[in-house]
């Protein structure tokens, strides 16, 4: 460069009036940019410097080269506080310049935005450079030098300096101040550290140009349309081609587009199809038993090639092998678990294989009883021998694999094979095995063996549950039948016709009689209202009325009434007093303990009033020609109207009712007998007593929805001494899951060998799998218990709760947390080796058949989560002294399982969230203010249901200790009052005492 005569590094701590530089020409052009704003000039016209710096489009005057740089000298020293001590200290060094700059920007450069990320590119030494500065929230400062020409006559001592000058320009530089000052783009998506700098280090370099004579700053100038050169920050390819993809979505949308997650198509179900159901039953252990199994079959059969063939021939071999089954059980139960496979070598692919199992394991039901007494046998032996455990583990292990292959054929083929179905049903309810197994489990809780095969016990009792209660599809048939059956209407969910509680329909009603006495409500199917002030179960339902709130308290009581006369005027004015406190805030809100005294125009007799409500004359709105409702608002009767027509009676509730009416009853001291008698002993007469007792109930053929509940009730009743042991049991298994060890790829997965941790990865799965059941075990029995009657869905909710569930709960939900999304999407590292893999290695054809396809969603761990929700939701809903037992970090847990879309997650998350807002902060709201949209989104809300704010939250927490002590004593007289004998196993019994014995204590009192 001609003008360059000497370098000189500058400081960014150093005052621009010490330099001597000397003047440039007029001609000059200035290129200016810093990290957010851009700004160009030429000669002393700086307007459009300024309102590019700035944003702001106003004019300012001219300023000159020199108060350019006093500008900058302001900028560098006033406003980013820099010392002088720092100046000194780096210019002790002899670092050269370009060295000490990269130095320092590396040095600071801390931020993630930031992180090596973006390099300032470098000019030639003929350019001056400046670089971007970089501020951190402390006071760190960067002293980087900056390399200025001084060959150019520039002479910065004529600047002006003086504080008038540093005044004027002190709004200028607090605007200054206030631009954000990032060192690096200012995008989403960084520029990859893979990019070649060398794509921006021409057009988008930090400089200033000295020399605008030159042909390329001449050719620079002059390129483009209206010599416009480009400042914006550089953009990444990536991120360029997102901008542009969505901008053209914006532009084809009519309407705004909520922000996108990854939709999970799946929905819950408790049985998806028999090839993943019966996958889940082995373990890698257990695959070293096919040969034995396999070998045991060639020896009982003459003709396994005709006994695949020929139907006749497989029933007669069959029989055959049950008939000695005493004779040789070994043998015998190996020859039966290889048929309830499917004789896996004779097949030629996965789906005839599936269809054999469905043959076999339909033939295999009619000996089912025999099944399962061997099945008792073995596992007792299990339970109380102490020689040859091994063996008989084994035997254990296939008597439990051929009843589990026909309980899930079963399942599957309900709707298609009724009458198979059916008599499998019965032999499992007359052989009491879901009892045998509930109490198998108890046992081990206190005597812990290896060779009873818990997880096992536990995959089967889930699957037999599911058979003798029902799926999905039966539960919603058996509910439509049962509110049929005791005249009630069920409301579907997803109707768009809102409903009202009776609690909430009782708030109301109280309000509405608290404002206006002699109004005559509308009739419903509530029962009447009694006295029970001095009953326990009045804190079973507290219906929150506005009348009953705090806060009546402290509002103005109605003194006047607008009919009587005004006033007449003060005599002399009133002094308003003023304080030097807070002044009082006046409150607009009617007292609701006090009724109307305000007139209402809407009479019939006044013409306006016909006017305004035309809708009466067509009979869509209540009839207004009672007479005891002609002081009655409108608005008032309306709304009366429409709550008392789409008011909304469950089954839950009524039997509530009816447990409630005899539990005062009790407490009152009028004593009723109730007989609860044996299926031998029905009476006819005894079905009035207790509508909701199905036992009792006489019918020649019983449809199949009061089989069911007759199912659930016998259940109950047997096991309701071992639910304790069982809850433990299973929330212990799904503790186990909080040890696991995830692992994933990273990069290309086909270059990594699993060997060594498919051990490893086997536990993890068997665990999972085992969550699996024993969430849906509990879920299974919540739901079809809250059916059968909501005294025993509540037993045992309280026993799950008592167990710390939502500690456990709470423990699982951190635990995947941070791996949920990777889990679902199966992007872990999964084990290799599966029952279908294994059966395809005994048949060339089915090996060379078989193929691996990897699931789109980890349906074990979706299901799982969906599981432990419903069952949190189900512990805790409409009871706020379980709501306390909640983390105060349950929000943060609940948003991170918020990030796909899945319906059947959200659900339950939402209506968790939905109760507990109430008592929660604004800050919590705003934090959570996606799960609160997503409550009036995705959940179903009430007519009246302020959910957000409208909880009285003191009366709440007041009541809240009551309404779990009365819910325990209702429990414990249900319990007692229907399953006497149950109840006696758990130490309880009825005390009775003479009045002889009372005077006795009396005196004994007395006397002390």
């Known amino acids: 460069m001609t003008h360059m005569k000497e370098k000189q590094n500058i400081f960014r701590s150093a005052s621009l009036n010490d330099l001597k530089v000397e003047k440039k020409p007029e001609n000059l052009v200035v290129e200016f940019r810093d990290d957010t704003k851009t700004a160009t000039t030429q000669g002393k016209n700086l307007n459009n410097l300024q309102s590019q710096v700035y944003g702001e489009n106003r004019s300012r005057k001219q300023l000159s080269n020199e108060s350019l740089l006093n500008d900058l000298d302001n900028i560098l020293r006033t406003k980013l506080n820099l010392s002088n001590n720092i100046l000194n200290g780096s210019h002790s060094g002899s670092m050269d310049g370009d060295m000490l700059m990269n130095r320092n920007i590396s040095k600071y450069n801390s931020s993630p935005i930031l992180s090596q990320r973006f390099t300032p590119a470098r000019h030639s030494s003929n350019n001056t450079n400046y670089d971007s500065l970089g501020m951190d929230a402390g006071n760190d400062i960067l002293s980087d030098p900056l390399t200025v020409d001084t060959s150019d006559n520039l002479d910065i001592n004529g600047i002006d300096s003086d504080d008038d000058n540093n005044a004027a320009e002190e709004q200028e530089d607090e605007a200054f101040a206030n631009v954000d000052e990032i060192d690096g783009p200012i995008t989403p998506n960084q520029l990859s550290p893979k990019e070649d700098k060398s794509k921006f280090s021409s057009k988008h370099d930090l400089s200033i140009q000295n020399d605008s004579s030159s042909p390329k700053s001449a050719t620079k100038n002059n390129t483009g349309a209206n010599n416009i050169i480009d400042y914006n920050m550089p953009v990444g390819e990536d991120f360029q081609k997102n901008l542009d993809r969505r901008a053209s979505e914006i532009l084809d949308e009519d309407g705004i587009k909520r922000i996108s997650k990854p939709n999970i198509k799946w929905s819950l179900k408790d049985f998806y199809n028999l090839k993943d159901e019966l996958e889940e039953w082995f373990t890698g252990t257990d695959y070293c038993q096919l040969g034995q199994i396999k070998s045991a079959f060639k020896q009982r059969v003459s003709d396994p090639a005709n006994f695949v063939a020929d139907v006749e021939y497989r029933n007669e071999a069959i029989n055959e092998i049950f008939q000695n089954l005493n004779k040789n059980l070994a043998s015998s139960i190996q020859a039966i678990t290889y048929i309830s496979m499917g004789t896996y070598e004779y097949v030629e692919n996965v789906d005839i294989h599936l269809g054999t199992i469905r043959q076999n394991n339909i033939m295999l039901v009619d000996h089912l009883p025999p099944l399962i007494e061997v099945f008792k046998e073995q596992a007792m032996s299990c339970q109380n021998d102490t020689r040859n455990l091994k063996r008989k583990t084994v035997l254990l292990f296939f008597t439990s694999t ?16 009724t009458e ?84 909430h329909y009782e708030a109301f009603r109280e309000d ?10 509308p009739k419903t199917d509530l029962p009447e209202s009694t006295d029970d002030s001095n009953s326990l179960s009045q804190f079973l339902e507290i219906p929150r009325s506005k009348s009953r709130s705090v806060i009546n308290a402290s509002l103005a009581i109605p003194e006047k009434h607008l009919a009587t006369p005004f006033p007449s005027r003060p005599s002399s004015p009133v002094l308003l007093q003023f304080s030097d406190g807070m002044k009082p805030r006046k409150s607009f809100q009617t007292n609701m303990t006090y009724p109307q005294l305000y007139p209402m125009d809407d009479i019939p007799d006044n013409p306006l009033s016909r006017v305004i409500t035309p809708l009466e004359d067509l009979n869509v709105l209540p009839t207004r020609n009672d007479e005891h409702n002609s002081d009655i608002p409108y608005s008032v009767e309306e709304a009366a109207g429409i709550l008392s027509d789409n008011l909304e009676i469950k089954l839950c509730t009524k039997q509530l009712w009816y447990e409630r009416n005899l539990f005062m009853s009790t407490e009152r001291g009028w004593k009723k007998e109730i007989e609860i008698v044996n299926d031998s002993d029905i009476n006819k007469n005894n079905i009035d007593d207790d509508p909701y007792n199905y036992r009792s109930l006489i019918w020649k053929e019983k449809p199949e929805e009061l089989q069911i509940m007759n199912r659930i009730d016998t259940y109950y009743m047997d096991c309701l001494a071992s639910f304790n042991s069982l809850i433990f049991v299973l929330l212990q298994t799904i503790e186990s899951n909080l040890s696991n060890v995830e692992y994933k790829y ?68 951190g635990k995947y947390a941070d791996t949920y999304c990777d889990k679902v999407l199966n992007n872990m590292i999964e084990p290799d080796r599966n029952i279908w893999k294994e059966c395809s290695q005994s048949n060339s054809v089915y090996l060379k058949s078989f193929s691996e396809e990897k699931r789109k969603y980890n349906v074990v761990i979706l299901s799982s989560f969906a599981y432990l929700l419903r069952i949190l939701r189900a512990i805790t809903g409409n009871k706020t002294h379980r709501l306390k037992s909640l983390p105060l970090s349950i929000g943060l847990l609940f948003k991170r399982y918020y990030k796909l879309f899945c319906l ?88 009775s005492m003479s009045n002889v014995d009372i005077t006795a204590m009396e005196g004994n009192y007395s006397s002390m």
């Open 420 to 503: 198979d179905v059916s008599r499998a049903i019965s032999y499992i309810y007359e052989k009491k095995l879901m009892k045998f197994l509930t109490e198998y489990i108890e046992h081990w809780r206190w005597n812990s063996r290896l060779s009873m095969r818990i997880r096992n016990m536990i995959l089967l009792l889930f699957k037999t549950t599911l058979l003798q209660f029902g799926n999905e599809k039966i539960y919603k048939d058996t509910k439509k039948k049962i509110y049929r059956y005791h005249g009630l209407k069920e409301t579907n969910n997803k109707c768009e016709t809102l409903t009202i509680s009776p609690l």
């Open 512 to 521: 509405l009689t608290s404002r206006f006495p002699n109004y005559k409500l």
């Open 904 to 991: 059947d997650v959200y659900h339950p998350i939402l209506r968790i969230v939905r109760e507990l807002t109430p008592f929660k902060n604004k800050r919590w709201k705003s934090e959570h203010m996606d799960l609160i949209s997503g409550v009036y989104l995705y959940e179903k809300l009430e007519l009246i249901d302020n959910w957000v704010t409208g909880k009285d939250i003191a009366g709440e927490l007041n009541d809240a200790s009551g309404q779990e002590i009365a819910l325990r004593a209702l429990l414990q007289f249900y319990n007692f009052t229907h399953y006497k004998h149950s109840m006696e196993e758990l130490g309880y019994s009825e005390k």
């Open 746 to 813: 990273k990069g290309d997965p086909s270059g990594y060998d699993t060997s060594l941790i498919q051990p490893q990865l086997e536990i993890v799965r068997s665990k999972e799998i085992l969550m699996r059941s024993c969430s849906g075990l509990l879920r299974v029995l919540l739901k079809w218990f809250k059916l059968n009657h909501v005294l025993k869905f509540e037993h045992l909710a309280s026993l799950i709760y008592d167990f710390r569930y939502i500690t456990t709960c709470s423990s699982i939900l």
């Open 402 to 417: 051929v009843l589990y292959y026909i309980i899930n054929t079963c399942i599957e083929q309900r709707d298609k094979s």
